[in-house]
């Protein structure tokens, strides 16, 4: 099981109730380091990007399976919410959401594509440049 990532505050990386895991907003950080930081830019390549993305996206995929028993595993995800933490201009969130999605379906198939948004914010915290966060059903 990969090591949960390290809370940068008073919270749990994933809360679960019954069938449902939520996690906390994954930046990326890894070992509690943030690893990329800064706005993201309008004249840069959203693939530029993905790193960042992708290590959120574990962060938050690690977060959820931690909360799992012995033979559970995620049925579905049901909610991801991707912020990007945007300089003025920006308009490619959806992009930028999109590289969470594949990643997450490269890891879970089928069950990694549910509701989702992507939304553009003025920071994040440690200016990261991504935070990714999603809500499961369990089985």
Not at 13 to 30: D, E, F, H, S, W
């Amino acid at each position: 099981m990969t090591k949960n990532p390290i809370p940068q505050g008073h919270y749990r990386p994933a809360a679960r109730y019954g069938n449902l895991v939520c996690t906390a907003g994954m930046t990326p950080r890894k070992d509690g380091v943030l690893l990329f930081a800064g706005k993201v830019r309008k004249d840069e390549p959203v693939e530029t990007y993905r790193e960042a993305v992708e290590q959120a996206a574990k962060n938050t995929l690690a977060a959820a399976q931690n909360a799992l028993q012995e033979g559970e595993r995620i049925a579905q995800i049901l909610s991801l919410t991707v912020y990007v933490n945007a300089e003025e201009g920006f308009t490619a969130h959806a992009k930028i959401g999109d590289l969470a999605s594949d990643w997450l379906f490269a890891q879970l198939g089928e069950a990694a594509i549910g509701a989702r948004a992507a939304v553009g914010v003025a920071s994040l915290p440690g200016d990261a440049p991504v935070e990714v966060q999603f809500m499961a059903a369990v089985e």
